[in-house]
């Protein structure tokens, strides 16, 4: 949701307790300020595979001719992520052939890991070292997984609290819950003297965590898992000094906004990325402190100027950096926990932006799948927000017909028009390594009762309606359950409560979809839109109006 304000940290007091490619082959540069991306044409070697075999990483190689060579070897090169070309350490050489198979060890937990490097060809050529295939990462980091927990998927109601209420979060049915993490709040020293630094060391460094700052989210995750909740996380970067490392070198201008584009730029931020991952992986991997089921790495990252932030609008340079610190969090986590599932997140302005300084989320989703797919596809996941557009708009079944429609052209994707996203999420390129869709979240939605109880009870309920009956969506979050007074100034009035605490109609809505007395809510809805609200679900019936009020 487009807000520019940080999202409270409502548990602490009840709780606590592309840069790519130098090549053999044509390429090109694209400049953009401080920042400039090179895509390479075809290169001959092509990385068919990259992957964990014991204590060994194993990398297939194939070749469409040979490219020739001073000493007829090809070199394995590893990279970090914020380094491009022949210029990390061969880890691996072998005969130059048609196929070919590299073997290395993977060196997990030393400061020679290759967990969450990526992987390049070259040869040797005229005296120098000339890459002649694209990078690729890891793609199994499960296969080394020791802490890996059952999931706890049991239901696709959630909802993004503003409060420790577990009797109405019951009383509603809620089975997920999704919380946000601030990067910087938890590094550095303890900020409570009484509360000793607690120290993580990974791949030979030791690092500082603040201990006090930590206590709000062992207690949110705690109390999520003793109240069968399943959590989603997403982690955001926000300023401050201890964390200063993790932010990106183009996003250190005075811009302010909540999240920030993560430091995949230079070693140190790297590295502290790489252990922070690993860290919350193994904190929130079963034990004292429950689980974490999903993980957002990011929020919106198409809203640059507001999520993502980085001072460059070349959307090749935002993705590639956005993808490699994608990238650490994937790799760095399904290598402690199996079944941990990393998602992506995109806001619903799919081919309009309200922000000029935004990218359209489906141009970002395309890019950002080139990518994962050109460097090894792995099994990530989708988080979208489809909020009505404009946001205070109270009509969930009939959207302006100058904001959404039934094409792939659509401005926005709404709850009207879900399935043009998942159907183009059935695409092949789009698909995971497995051939199955990917799975999708709606991580964040809402309506405002500002315009009438009604309408946001009947729109909540044909919303819920569509998620239900879409086979590839496995999560409906509503965005809070008491209203916002600030929000409420932009007639945003999403809370299933008033502010004084009072229930609204939309609360026995919420309450009884997915259950036995669903019809009962379901037939009320009917009435409000006047059209039987299953019909309209299950015959994609397209309603559309053409201004602000309904019978436009």
Same mark, same amino acid.
């Given at each position: 949701?487009?807000?520019?304000?940080?999202?409270?940290?409502?548990?602490?007091?009840?709780?606590?307790?592309?840069?790519?490619?130098?090549?053999?082959?044509?390429?090109?540069?694209?400049?953009?300020?401080?920042?400039?991306?090179?895509?390479?044409?075809?290169?001959?070697?092509? $990385?068919?595979?990259?992957?964990?075999?014991?204590?060994?990483?194993?990398?297939?190689?194939?070749?469409?001719?040979?490219?020739?060579?001073?000493?007829?070897?090809?070199?394995?090169?590893?990279?970090?992520?914020?380094?491009?070309?022949?210029?990390?350490?061969?880890?691996?050489?072998?005969?130059?052939?048609?196929?070919?198979?590299?073997?290395?060890?993977?060196?997990?937990?030393?400061?020679?890991? /290759?967990?969450?490097?990526? =992987?390049? @060809?070259?040869?040797?050529?005229?005296?120098?070292?000339?890459?002649?295939?694209?990078?690729?990462? $890891?793609?199994?980091?499960?296969?080394?997984?020791?802490?890996? @927990?059952?999931?706890?998927?049991?239901?696709?109601?959630?909802?993004?609290?503003?409060?420790?209420?577990?009797? %109405?979060?019951?009383?509603?049915?809620?089975?997920?819950?999704?919380?946000?993490?601030?990067?910087?709040?938890?590094?550095?020293?303890?900020?409570?003297?009484?509360?000793?630094?607690?120290?993580?060391?990974?791949?030979?460094?030791?690092?500082?965590? /603040?201990?006090?700052?930590?206590?709000?989210?062992?207690?949110?995750?705690?109390?999520?898992?003793?109240?069968?909740?399943?959590?989603?996380?997403?982690?955001?970067? /926000?300023?401050?000094?201890?964390?200063?490392?993790?932010?990106?070198?183009?996003?250190?201008?005075?811009?302010?906004?909540?999240?920030?584009?993560?430091?995949?730029?230079?070693?140190?931020? %790297?590295?502290?990325?790489?252990?922070?991952?690993?860290?919350?992986?193994?904190?929130?991997?079963?034990?004292?402190?429950?689980?974490?089921?999903?993980?957002?790495?990011?929020?919106?990252?198409?809203?640059?100027?507001?999520?993502?932030?980085?001072?460059?609008?070349? $959307?090749?340079?935002?993705?590639?950096?956005?993808?490699?610190?994608?990238?650490?969090?994937?790799?760095?986590?399904?290598?402690?926990?199996?079944?941990?599932?990393?998602?992506?997140?995109?806001?619903?302005?799919?081919?309009?932006?309200?922000?000029?300084?935004?990218?359209?989320?489906?141009?970002?989703?395309?890019? =950002?799948?080139?990518?994962?797919?050109?460097?090894?596809?792995?099994?990530?996941?989708?988080?979208?927000?489809?909020?009505?557009?404009?946001?205070?708009?109270?009509?969930?079944?009939?959207?302006?017909?100058?904001?959404?429609?039934?094409?792939?052209?659509?401005?926005? $994707?709404?709850?009207?028009?879900?399935?043009?996203?998942?159907?183009?999420?059935?695409?092949?390129?789009?698909?995971?390594?497995?051939?199955?869709?990917?799975?999708?979240?709606?991580?964040?939605?809402?309506?405002?009762?500002?315009?009438?109880?009604?309408?946001?009870?009947?729109?909540?309920?044909?919303?819920?309606?569509?998620?239900?009956?879409?086979?590839?969506?496995?999560?409906?979050?509503? =965005?809070?359950?008491?209203?916002?007074?600030?929000?409420?100034?932009?007639?945003?009035?999403?809370?299933?409560?008033?502010?004084?605490?009072?229930?609204?109609?939309?609360?026995?809505?919420?309450?009884?979809?997915?259950?036995?007395?669903?019809?009962?809510?379901?037939?009320?809805?009917?009435?409000?839109?006047?059209?039987?609200?299953?019909?309209? @679900?299950?015959?994609?019936?397209?309603?559309?109006?053409?201004?602000? =009020?309904?019978?436009?």
């Amino acid at each position: 949701m487009k807000r520019n304000i940080r999202l409270k940290k409502i548990f602490m007091a009840a709780l606590t307790a592309v840069t790519v490619l130098t090549a053999t082959g044509s390429y090109s540069i694209v400049n953009h300020g401080a920042g400039e991306v090179a895509e390479a044409a075809g290169r001959v070697v092509k $990385i068919n595979s990259c992957t964990i075999s014991g204590d060994n990483v194993v990398v297939n190689v194939s070749a469409s001719s040979l490219p020739s060579s001073d000493d007829g070897k090809y070199y394995l090169y590893a990279d970090e992520v914020y380094q491009d070309g022949t210029v990390g350490k061969v880890v691996a050489t072998t005969e130059r052939a048609s196929n070919a198979t590299f073997t290395f060890p993977l060196n997990h937990y030393t400061a020679e890991s /290759n967990l969450s490097k990526k =992987f390049l @060809v070259a040869v040797k050529s005229g005296g120098s070292m000339v890459q002649v295939s694209d990078e690729h990462y $890891i793609t199994n980091p499960e296969a080394i997984a020791t802490k890996t @927990v059952a999931r706890n998927d049991h239901g696709m109601k959630g909802i993004l609290p503003n409060t420790a209420d577990a009797a %109405t979060f019951k009383d509603l049915g809620i089975s997920q819950m999704v919380y946000n993490l601030y990067m910087g709040d938890i590094v550095g020293p303890s900020s409570d003297p009484a509360q000793p630094t607690t120290e993580f060391t990974y791949n030979g460094v030791t690092y500082q965590f /603040n201990t006090a700052a930590l206590a709000q989210y062992d207690g949110f995750v705690r109390w999520c898992s003793l109240n069968n909740f399943q959590l989603t996380m997403t982690v955001l970067n /926000n300023k401050t000094a201890a964390g200063a490392d993790l932010i990106h070198p183009l996003s250190r201008d005075a811009h302010v906004c909540p999240g920030y584009a993560m430091n995949t730029d230079e070693d140190a931020g %790297t590295q502290h990325i790489k252990a922070i991952a690993a860290f919350l992986a193994q904190r929130y991997s079963g034990g004292a402190y429950g689980t974490v089921d999903n993980w957002v790495v990011g929020n919106e990252v198409n809203a640059r100027t507001e999520w993502y932030y980085m001072n460059s609008t070349n $959307i090749e340079l935002n993705v590639s950096e956005y993808v490699k610190a994608f990238r650490i969090f994937y790799n760095e986590i399904k290598a402690v926990n199996a079944n941990a599932r990393i998602y992506t997140s995109f806001d619903q302005e799919w081919n309009r932006k309200s922000n000029p300084g935004c990218f359209l989320s489906k141009e970002y989703l395309d890019r =950002f799948n080139y990518y994962m797919n050109r460097e090894g596809n792995v099994d990530w996941s989708l988080s979208v927000h489809p909020y009505n557009a404009p946001l205070f708009d109270p009509y969930a079944w009939k959207q302006q017909s100058q904001y959404v429609n039934t094409t792939l052209a659509t401005p926005y $994707i709404t709850m009207e028009n879900i399935y043009i996203l998942t159907d183009y999420m059935c695409r092949a390129e789009m698909l995971g390594p497995n051939g199955n869709v990917r799975n999708i979240a709606l991580s964040e939605i809402g309506y405002t009762s500002s315009f009438g109880e009604d309408a946001q009870a009947a729109s909540i309920t044909y919303a819920y309606t569509m998620a239900e009956n879409n086979p590839y969506i496995t999560s409906f979050i509503l =965005f809070r359950e008491t209203d916002d007074a600030h929000e409420m100034e932009s007639h945003i009035a999403q809370g299933l409560k008033n502010l004084d605490g009072s229930k609204k109609m939309s609360y026995d809505f919420y309450k009884y979809l997915g259950t036995a007395q669903a019809a009962t809510y379901k037939a009320k809805a009917s009435e409000i839109i006047g059209q039987d609200v299953n019909a309209l @679900v299950t015959n994609r019936t397209f309603l559309s109006r053409g201004g602000w =009020f309904l019978n436009d």
